[in-house]
């Protein structure tokens, strides 16, 4: 089974950066779609940026602008370059990837078949 493990979260101060990476493991992972979700402490999980097996990126509109997501495709690995941090950016963040797109149709989804990381904090600050 495919295993994906986040790094990069931290504390920083509103209008910093952080570069989240996602490296997988366990097992394969061909044209698959991958992503960021992220949690905030009493919210529901949500969408923030994904990379379709075709190359297709999209954001959420709350991040649209300052987070940039890309795909190392010779190291197989994730980031998520995250600029002028905000106080509500203050989640946990979470890699995925699944066969098809985790952001169709304006629904950001993951089916069975996919794969969640374990998380990485990001506390943004006044």
């Known amino acids: 089974a495919v295993e994906l493990q986040e790094s990069g979260g931290g504390s920083v101060q509103a209008g910093g950066s952080l570069r989240l990476s996602c490296v997988p493991s366990g097992g394969r992972i061909g044209p698959w779609g991958m992503g960021w979700f992220r949690q905030a402490p009493g919210n529901e999980r949500e969408g923030v940026a994904a990379?379709?097996?075709?190359?297709?990126?999209s954001y959420a509109d709350s991040v649209k602008g300052r987070f940039t997501i890309s795909k190392d495709h010779d190291k197989n690995i994730l980031y998520l370059q995250m600029n002028d941090l905000k106080l509500e950016d203050t989640a946990m963040y979470y890699c995925v990837a699944d066969r098809d797109s985790v952001h169709v149709a304006g629904m950001w989804y993951v089916s069975s078949a996919g794969a969640w990381g374990q998380g990485t904090l990001v506390t943004v600050s006044s």
């Open positions: 990379i379709d097996p075709d190359g297709t990126i």
